[in-house]
């Protein structure tokens, strides 16, 4: 088992920046890929960002060049750092952890709220 905390959301004018923190604790040692997924109401979830254990990441196309996700192995962390946040970015962010077994885990969510 795994479990996730995430932290850092909140409200941010359009145009500014926010950063999502989420802890891993458990079963760390089977931790593969980590990542976060949004979801904004009425809408699929959809992927906003993964990280492999060896540093290879993939960003979802409506956030290449605005976001960055990162990882910090030691301390079973993954950040996404949010830039020029759009209206449109509003959504809860869910942090998501694969296990090398194939096993996913989710965490509580944050909600990210973008508006003037």
């Known amino acids: 088992q795994v479990q996730l905390v995430e932290s850092g959301g909140g409200l941010v004018q359009p145009g500014g920046s926010l950063r999502l923190s989420c802890v891993a604790s458990g079963s760390v040692f089977s931790i593969g890929a980590m990542g976060w997924y949004r979801q904004a109401p009425g809408k699929q979830r959809e992927l906003v960002a993964t990280i492999t254990s060896g540093g290879f990441t993939r960003h979802g196309d409506s956030v290449k060049g605005r976001f960055t996700i990162s990882r910090d192995g030691a301390k079973n962390t993954v950040s996404l750092q949010m830039n020029s946040l759009k209206p449109e970015d509003a959504a809860v962010y869910y942090c998501?952890?694969?296990?090398?077994?194939?096993?996913?885990?989710w965490g509580q969510g944050t909600q990210v709220t973008v508006s003037s």
């Open positions: 998501n952890v694969e296990t090398v077994y194939g096993s996913r885990y």
